[in-house]
Nanobody, 123 residues
Framework: QVQLIESGGGLVQAGGSLRLSCAAS????????MGWFRQAPGKEREFVAR????????YYADSVKGRFAISRDNAKNTLYLRMNSLKPEDTAVYYC????????????????WGQGTQVTVSS
């Protein structure tokens, strides 16, 4: 399995931007579908965005469409999430996840997870 480490979270005012990174170990990063998920206190983990092996296909939750952008650099074994126009309701722990088999929006599709990075958006 691939090992994942997220970074880039923090405290930002509403309307601000952040870029999350997810560094992957191993030499097979390019063979994984990758996704970003988030979990707010008292809520279930929810899908944010996902990207195909090559980066040619991306999908977003309706709540972030037009504000967030997922991308990957397979040469650097790194996944990114650019977050613009942040809202207080975006506050959550953000997780990156990897799947070798399924390219879906269900957390159960992903077998490898990072430890998460906290994003807090103040109003």
């Amino acid at each position: 399995q691939v090992q994942l480490i997220e970074s880039g979270g923090g405290l930002v005012q509403a309307g601000g931007s952040l870029r999350l990174s997810c560094a992957a170990s191993g030499r097979t990063f390019s063979s994984y579908y990758m996704g970003w998920f988030r979990q707010a206190p008292g809520k279930e983990r929810e899908f944010v965005a996902r990207i195909s092996w090559s980066g040619g296909r991306t999908y977003y939750a309706d709540s972030v469409k037009g504000r967030f952008a997922i991308s990957r650099d397979n040469a650097k074994n790194t996944l990114y999430l650019r977050m613009n126009s942040l809202k207080p309701e975006d506050t959550a722990v953000y997780y990156c996840a990897a799947s070798q088999t399924y390219f879906g929006s269900n957390p159960a599709d992903y077998g490898s997870w990072g430890q998460g990075t906290q994003v807090t958006v103040s109003s």
